[in-house]
DNA sequence: CACTTCAGTGGCAGCGCTGCCAAAATTTTC
DNA sequence: GAAAATTTTGGCAGCGCTGCCACTGAAGTG
């Protein structure tokens, strides 16, 4: 729960002057403690007359509130804490952008951290952050360590679970169903006529929602009773470099296929590019199908046909539904399958 | 310099148990509040005998420190700044990454926030995590309003400047020369025999450091006789389709074009699309040079040439630096200019 | 054996702010 | 014009922790 780890070496920047308190604005100014700090927080009444004394001397004084005392005299803090598995993927990134612009504007400051797809460092992290009292953590997809939860639960603070919405979760969920998109993807292959298809998908361990994807793209598959032709996972994160590979590996078999589910964009993209490079003619000799929608899959020479995901959007969201202070609940905001030139 | 902004909404959750506090743990293990402090920051002497007594009250107890009431306690704070033009952008998640890696072994936590380049956005975050009492703030070059500078050096704390060398640093700066870079890219360009040099750039006016490249290429043009046979600047932020965009219209106005560079890899990797939709053949009709050096160029068809630039190496050390206690200084961490099949 | 030494410990005063309460100033009311 | 209602204000006790200092008792010293 708690490690003594040794000391952070703190600001080594010598203080030139004692820093500036409210203690100083208020004797310049002429007030009360208490009065100098209605006015900066703009709660409680005071006259006009008093709140441009005040501002005067900060002014004058070049005073910045210590949030770090104010969060500790209040007991709510305007923390939130944001943890995400990586952010070499643009996917979280979005993420981030969405609750980062949508918190700003109300007053909270984001602290964060990256766990690499790793449930132990996220729980390691989530302690960590926990000591700063955030108002509300968020974190990516619904599986956790069960001391991340235990840890969360006693917290008392909003939790918010971002990106997934196929399990139980501990708060708040705001994202869509990985599960339902992957059936809705095989869904629209077989529409279109394919049946000889691949899989090219990545470290399925720990990307969980890339996982449920395919287990959602299996199950629509089998509905219509077939299975998989060929599937290539790589034992990597997810990259245009290993998509292609990917796609040549599975090619090289040479089983016949005439359609291609890559786990997300990066890998289609590389799928993509190795087409291009073997002069595979896309979609007449093979389909590809990816997922996210990235922008850059959208002006390829053909677009690729992917899955757009609310991603900053999710972002927004959550950040609202904390902000308002929402009941617990899930909020699915969907996916819409993008037709490219690729299907 | 501060706002009185209206009061951010507070923990909603009503804490449920009053939060266990160091105080508690003292009394479950019948040791000084002193001693459990001492213990869980491995600080000052205690005797092994005390430690467990103290570990397993902190165990039962579920007890999580208030890093808030211990930063306040103690003058320095374990935070640390970042603020970052755009996350949109992977080079910024980059830094990023390479900055939190380095930290969070050091107990050091991240706070951050994101300007969309505009330099009076930056100003109030640099206000806003001030407020914070931060060991020290990180931010994307070296162009900040007179208004960020004061409040930076009034604050006291570190100040590490990411990603460009050119330019008056407040205190640390870590990065190479984007001036150099478009310099020695245009050399090398020249070097290859182009001399119908066309450039597709993006929005300089907020990317301050592409107009330094920008700036270095045509230096580098001018040294040996010649100036841009084209230009096409975009007024938007860079992107594939701003990139594929600015190479059709520079292509479309008949001028005899051998080489283009564009102002990122993003752009570029647009121009590659374009030409690969229009069949131009590259490199023999077109040259194509990017920056960055992003692993999708790396792994097109063709890679394209670009030049490599220290995006993680530059938030590691420049969090090292900061760890250290390092002195004002500039480390230039240089870039490289790669070959790809383009050029 | 009286002396110093020092690892190990507890007490307590803040860190800079907010929240509460009561006092003071002002306005309203009859 | 005095009382009542209201607005504005200041004082001060914490928030939970750390840093300092003083204290303990066991080990080391001559």
Redesign the pocket.
């Given at each position: 729960m708690t490690c003594a780890e040794s000391e952070p070496a703190l600001t080594p920047a010598d203080q030139k002057s004692?820093?500036i308190?409210?203690?100083d604005v208020a004797a310049e100014a002429?007030?009360?403690?208490?009065?100098v700090?209605?006015v900066?927080?703009n709660?409680?009444?005071?006259?006009e007359?008093?709140r441009a004394k005040v501002m005067a001397a900060v002014e004058k004084l070049g005073?910045v509130?210590?949030k770090i005392?104010?969060a500790?005299?209040?007991?709510g803090s305007p923390l939130v804490a944001i943890i995400v598995p990586s952010l070499s993927n643009i996917v979280f990134a979005d993420v981030l952008s969405g609750v980062t612009k949508a918190l700003e504007a109300k007053g909270h400051q984001a602290v964060f951290a990256v766990t690499d797809y790793d449930p132990a460092k996220e729980e390691a992290l989530v302690a960590a952050v926990l000591a700063w009292r955030p108002a509300a953590v968020m974190l990516v997809g619904l599986e956790h360590t069960d001391g991340t939860r235990r840890m969360l639960h006693a917290s008392g603070c909003r939790v918010l679970e971002l990106l997934d919405i196929d399990g139980e979760a501990i708060d708040i969920a705001v994202g869509f169903s990985h599960h339902e998109a992957g059936r809705q993807t095989a869904a629209r292959l077989l529409e279109s006529g394919y049946r000889n298809i691949a899989y090219v998908g990545h470290d399925l361990k720990h990307d969980m929602r890339s996982g449920k994807r395919f287990a959602g793209f299996l199950e629509g598959l089998a509905n219509a009773g077939l299975e998989l032709a060929e599937q290539e996972i790589r034992d990597a994160p997810s990259s245009v470099s290993e998509g292609r590979a990917g796609l040549a590996d599975v090619l090289s078999r040479g089983r016949p296929i005439d359609a291609v589910y890559f786990s997300n964009d990066d890998m289609a993209l590389g799928g993509y590019f190795h087409c291009l490079a073997e002069r595979i003619s896309i979609p007449d000799q093979i389909a590809l199908m990816g997922f996210n929608a990235l922008d850059i899959c959208r002006h390829t020479p053909q677009p690729i046909a992917s899955v757009f995901t609310p991603r900053i959007e999710t972002g927004r969201r959550a950040a609202e539904l904390f902000l308002e202070g929402a009941p617990s609940q899930v909020v699915d905001l969907g996916f819409t399958i993008v037709a490219g030139a690729t299907i």
């Amino acid at each position: 729960m708690t490690c003594a780890e040794s000391e952070p070496a703190l600001t080594p920047a010598d203080q030139k002057s004692p820093l500036i308190t409210l203690t100083d604005v208020a004797a310049e100014a002429g007030v009360g403690e208490s009065t100098v700090s209605r006015v900066l927080r703009n709660h409680g009444s005071f006259s006009e007359k008093t709140r441009a004394k005040v501002m005067a001397a900060v002014e004058k004084l070049g005073y910045v509130p210590n949030k770090i005392a104010g969060a500790l005299a209040s007991t709510g803090s305007p923390l939130v804490a944001i943890i995400v598995p990586s952010l070499s993927n643009i996917v979280f990134a979005d993420v981030l952008s969405g609750v980062t612009k949508a918190l700003e504007a109300k007053g909270h400051q984001a602290v964060f951290a990256v766990t690499d797809y790793d449930p132990a460092k996220e729980e390691a992290l989530v302690a960590a952050v926990l000591a700063w009292r955030p108002a509300a953590v968020m974190l990516v997809g619904l599986e956790h360590t069960d001391g991340t939860r235990r840890m969360l639960h006693a917290s008392g603070c909003r939790v918010l679970e971002l990106l997934d919405i196929d399990g139980e979760a501990i708060d708040i969920a705001v994202g869509f169903s990985h599960h339902e998109a992957g059936r809705q993807t095989a869904a629209r292959l077989l529409e279109s006529g394919y049946r000889n298809i691949a899989y090219v998908g990545h470290d399925l361990k720990h990307d969980m929602r890339s996982g449920k994807r395919f287990a959602g793209f299996l199950e629509g598959l089998a509905n219509a009773g077939l299975e998989l032709a060929e599937q290539e996972i790589r034992d990597a994160p997810s990259s245009v470099s290993e998509g292609r590979a990917g796609l040549a590996d599975v090619l090289s078999r040479g089983r016949p296929i005439d359609a291609v589910y890559f786990s997300n964009d990066d890998m289609a993209l590389g799928g993509y590019f190795h087409c291009l490079a073997e002069r595979i003619s896309i979609p007449d000799q093979i389909a590809l199908m990816g997922f996210n929608a990235l922008d850059i899959c959208r002006h390829t020479p053909q677009p690729i046909a992917s899955v757009f995901t609310p991603r900053i959007e999710t972002g927004r969201r959550a950040a609202e539904l904390f902000l308002e202070g929402a009941p617990s609940q899930v909020v699915d905001l969907g996916f819409t399958i993008v037709a490219g030139a690729t299907i």
